[in-house]
């Protein structure tokens, strides 16, 4: 296909990427006053591309504003069309990851330096690249990370803020160092949150078990993606409850969701197999109806597909 050259929305205009800076006084470069999201839009069996989930993603960009005093200046309905504008003047017609991004950027003027969230301006930058299916159906590594999910009385966990991130990062980092693709993170309870940037199931005698939102973790899109599918079309329901890493190295399969992630298995937790060490049915049956919902191969669920030239 022809280059297609990135774009990005910042500043309130469409600018090459290449343009889209930001000056080293940042505030949130700073202090990680941040908030973002990770959306995909799909190439579709149909043709044309289309954007999975854009409303709820930007539902929840909109509440991880709140709780860091940003305004981003649009409306979740302005979002998904800025979105959609944005990928139609990058004019590509393949899987494309989209990262909108709302921050604090410069203090405003007779205001004292320090860490508040208030006295600051905001801004807010889209970008899109082209970005396919990056993790391997045959299942990865993960590790049990000796860092904790930090609780939500220390960080608005279930807000995706830049700063808190830092954990996500020194989990990878630590799983890597093992030489596991993924770390699975306990939460201050020594429940299973989350892993570094997808949620959890379990299957657990013929059902899916995840932790719920109380157990310190974002609630994913992706989750609730997995939640639908498996209760639709592969008639298994899912328990919400706690769950201790002695039941995710007892389960039958293990697999992760989330939006960069989709739905991969995991094969291997802590150096043990999983199950038979292999993807087990549900996840391999999961991630194949994922696969066909995103792209448009499933009527009932249109209503999260917004194609570009709707
Ligand atoms: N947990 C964390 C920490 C994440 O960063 C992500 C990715 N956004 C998820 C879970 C999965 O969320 P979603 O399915 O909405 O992408």
Redesign the pocket.
Known sequence: SPAVSPLAYHDGEFVPLERALLPVTTQALQYGTGVF??IRAYAQRGGGLAVFRAED?YR?LLRSCRTLRIDPGHTVEELCALTAELLRRIGTQEDTYIRPLAYKRALLPGQKPGVGLTGVSDALSVNAFRMGSYTDPAGIRCTISSWRRPSSDALPVRA?VTGGYVN?ALAVDEARAAGCEDAILLNSRGQVA??????VFAVLRGRLVTPPVTAD??E????DTAVTLAADLLDTPTDFRDLGRDELMGADEVFL????TEIVPVTEIAGRPVGEGVPGPLSTALRGAYQDVVRGGEPRYAHWLHPLNA
């Not at 989350?194 to 949620?199: R, Y």
């Not at 994913?220 to 989750?223: E, L, S, V």
């Not at 969701?257 to 960069?260: A, I, L, M, V, Y």
């Open positions: 999201e990770g993603h929840r995706k996500n989350e892993a570094s940037t997808s949620n973790l974002l994913g899109i992706t989750r969701t989330g939006t960069g």
